[in-house]
């Protein structure tokens, strides 16, 4: 089955570093990944839509200078989280769909399995 | 707008009840809906699901029947397993909105012995 890594899984770091985290598709190529945000009481928040050789959507009161994403490659994705603070530590989830099937209702999205960032 | 709603946990079940987690949703048009689960520390799963009105979704063992007159998609099992505490969440898919899925909350299922 389509599978998504996404790495590391955890991370610590101080407050004002960055941290970047990877999401690649390993057997499917995706034009649009996602990244959410989940809170300690379990709902994801969609932080925004990277797409393939273009710039990321944001959703409303994201902000796109301290989240950077880049989408390089049909198969990678990365979220920059620039000058990390306390209030950033949280469960970051990449996801993606499969772009021989994407354009149908039917296709699920692939999710990594987190990365867990404390930022101290 | 689009939006899921999900009943809130957590759940509580002895092994071997029987589980209905409610789901309903509201959209234009005619969404595909997903269940994915979610083991602690992990992301998320797909568990099943249905992309048309009375199409039923099923895999171990959990079943979810999409009606569209009721808008619903509630998640069910007849014998749960300790194994099966995770947090379960409801989701759509309407491909006019720009590739994004729309999820629930969440509900957190904890199975005890």
């Known amino acids: 089955g389509a599978v998504v890594s996404q790495h590391p899984s955890r991370v610590i770091c101080k407050s004002g570093t960055s941290v970047k985290i990877e999401c690649r598709s390993l057997?499917?190529?995706?034009?649009?990944m996602f990244w959410y945000r989940q809170f300690p009481k379990q709902s994801l928040m969609l932080m925004a839509t990277s797409n393939e050789g273009s710039k990321a959507t944001y959703e409303q009161g994201v902000e796109k200078d301290k989240f950077l994403i880049n989408h390089a490659s049909l198969t990678l994705s990365t979220l920059t989280v620039t000058s990390a603070h306390p209030e950033d530590s949280s469960f970051y989830i990449c996801s993606a769909r499969d772009r021989r099937v994407a354009g149908l209702s039917n296709s699920p999205l692939h999710f990594g399995n987190g990365t867990r960032l404390t930022v101290t | 707008g689009d939006s899921v709603t999900q009943m809130e946990g957590p759940v509580t079940l002895s092994e071997e009840a029987f589980l209905t987690i409610n789901c309903t949703y509201t959209?234009?048009?005619?969404?595909?809906l997903f269940w994915y689960v979610q083991y602690p520390g992990e992301g998320l799963q797909l568990l099943l699901k249905a992309t048309k009105a009375d199409d039923k979704g099923s895999n171990k063992g959990f079943e979810a029947t999409y009606r569209k007159e009721t808008t619903s998609f509630h998640l069910e099992k007849g014998s749960v397993q300790v194994s099966d505490s995770a947090v379960y969440f409801c989701?759509?898919?309407?491909?006019?909105?720009?590739?994004?899925?729309?999820f629930g909350d969440g509900t957190t299922l904890t199975v005890k012995p």
């Open positions: 959209a234009t048009g005619y969404p595909s």
């Open positions: 057997d499917f190529q995706a034009t649009t």
């Open positions: 989701a759509m898919f309407h491909n006019t909105n720009a590739g994004k899925s729309t």
